[in-house]
């Protein structure tokens, strides 16, 4: 089978770390052309905008678009309109309404739209979720801590309406529970804490709950200059699942099933194998639960002003 | 047929001046008792929780449930698991998720789910929404404002987490426009103001657009002390739509379709005869558009802080 012509749309940190060496791979979709200003590639030609791209050439069949959530509606339409098949980085909009008509439209045109969620390509995720399937769920506790600092610098937008703040990795723990848990999951109660001189929240302290009464916590600083955690622990009724570092390890009732201690492999790749599974088969895959949950998150705010953050 | 049994939870204003006045009227549904802390009422039995009502009598049909959105999702979940049929006031809950919980917990038990959205019942709906569908929409205005203190007295609720602060009532707006718009609209723009003194916006700007990129501006605010203003306007290729006070009159074109100038008539009543339906269809309706839409506004903000709100 031929290989899938597509083309990237931003090339920032995350497009330059995960996608490009992942397409470099693929035996299903090429890399054929890059739409961002002011970048440079040795080999696949650069246009500073998808417009100028799609007008240029006529052989582009899929588009990953990995720019800021803020201003992506329209780059997506405009490849959807143009009968590519669109899948979109994390968090897949700056509001889940732009999202549900990037839904309409796909389905419209016949083509595939993939909102994906990376950390649900983590090697943990599926372990994780098939052993939970069969148990009863207890409690659970979601914590993303990070320092935003070392792992967003420079990234102004993530301060700016629709950047998210600490939800930008949080939505990432959000994304893997809500994919591991056996029960849809509700807010209850949620603390947002801005710093005084910013629009979007550093910290974010959830209450959340399962369809069988199970309480669920959640705890997403950028903050954390120690020990940085990316990890959902689940209580069950037969012992603990610890899912650690975003995915990347796994231990179950004491039993190490995924070790850890390396770096985080394999995302991507799964993303990509998906996203080629469901243009085969004339799919779409738009689960908006964790950025519904974070939707949530600030309709129910109870807004707390802490410290200036300067960068 | 014999009427419905049914109980109301939450007697507050809006049960007293719409519920009780409709449901003493119907010839659909039969209201049997109530649940309600320290309320009282000449004819109908009383008790101060859902719980205690539904421990003792067994002949509760269908419940109606009126309280602030806060707290509401509990008492909705108790009502399913007894096998009731639930009429949800507006706003449905606090969060999008728990709503949804809603949905599924109603299907599996096998009863009717309906999250009631009041100004969808008023009479310019129907022949606003029959106009507009073989129009093509410019652009349009959703005008909602009001005096806080003439028409929410003391109603703390509404400036704390959940509470929605202006979009209680401006909710009431995009549950008209999302009815009677030929398009699903999406948010692009979100500024919302927020009294220094309150956790909960008093006015919002939004910038909307529809799938064929009309744009919709909607303009909220509590603070409106002259001409009271509930109106959506939408321009066309054939002249102006426009749906005043909250949906009383109609104008299209210039010619007048409703006659506004008296009390807003019928909408309970529309509601009620839905519910009806509803049940009898063993169906459920539960548009989470005009919710979504607010959480998006909240997800989006652009939050500026103004003067103290002191009632």
């Given at each position: 089978m ?7 749309v931003?090339l920032?940190q995350?497009?330059?770390h995960e ?5 470099a ?12 200003p002011d970048?440079t590639h040795?080999?696949i030609?650069?246009?500073p905008t ?5 007008a240029?050439?006529d ?5 990953t ?9 329209p780059?997506?339409?405009?490849a ?17 309404s732009e999202?549900?008509d990037?839904?309409?439209a ?5 083509v595939t739209?993939f909102?994906?969620w ?5 090697p943990?995720i599926?372990?994780a979720r ?6 009863k ?6 914590i993303w801590?990070?320092d935003v600092r070392?792992w967003h610098p420079?990234?102004?937008w993530?301060?700016h309406?629709g950047?998210l703040g600490?939800?930008?990795?949080g ?10 848990l056996?029960q ?15 629009n ?7 209450q ?9 916590l959640a705890d ?6 120690g ?5 959902v622990?689940v209580?069950t009724d037969d ?9 990347g390890?796994?231990t179950i009732a ?13 995302e991507y790749?799964?993303?990509y194998?998906h996203?080629g599974r ?13 950025l519904r949950l974070?939707a949530?998150a600030?309709?129910?705010a ?10």
């Amino acid at each position: 089978m031929a290989k899938l012509r597509m083309a990237l749309v931003g090339l920032g940190q995350i497009a330059r770390h995960e996608h490009l060496p992942v397409l470099a791979q693929s035996d299903v979709l090429e890399l054929v052309a890059i739409a961002s200003p002011d970048a440079t590639h040795p080999s696949i030609p650069i246009y500073p905008t998808l417009g100028e791209l799609l007008a240029a050439r006529d052989d582009i069949e899929a588009v990953t678009i990995c720019t800021p959530p803020q201003g992506r509606h329209p780059i997506a339409r405009q490849a959807i309109e143009a009968g590519c098949h669109v899948m979109l980085e994390k968090p897949p909009g700056a509001t889940l309404s732009e999202v549900h008509d990037l839904g309409v439209a796909a389905e419209a045109r016949g083509v595939t739209l993939f909102a994906s969620w990376h950390t649900r390509g983590a090697p943990a995720i599926e372990p994780a979720r098939e052993w939970l399937a069969t148990r009863k769920v207890r409690s659970a506790r979601i914590i993303w801590r990070e320092d935003v600092r070392r792992w967003h610098p420079g990234q102004e937008w993530l301060w700016h309406p629709g950047g998210l703040g600490v939800f930008d990795p949080g939505i990432n723990g959000l994304s893997a529970a809500t994919r591991i848990l056996p029960q849809p999951i509700f807010l209850e109660k949620s603390e947002l804490f801005y710093p005084s001189n910013r629009n979007a929240p550093i910290a974010a302290r959830l209450q959340l709950r399962d369809g069988a009464g199970a309480e669920i916590l959640a705890d997403f600083d950028l903050r954390e200059t120690g020990q940085q955690v990316w990890d959902v622990m689940v209580e069950t009724d037969d012992g603990l699942l610890h899912f650690t570092g975003g995915g990347g390890g796994l231990t179950i009732a004491g039993r190490p099933v995924i070790d850890g201690a390396g770096e985080l492999e394999g995302e991507y790749e799964a993303l990509y194998q998906h996203f080629g599974r469901l243009i085969r088969s004339s799919a779409s895959d738009v689960d908006l639960a964790p950025l519904r949950l974070v939707a949530d998150a600030f309709l129910l705010a109870d807004r707390k002003m802490v410290e200036p953050f300067i960068e």
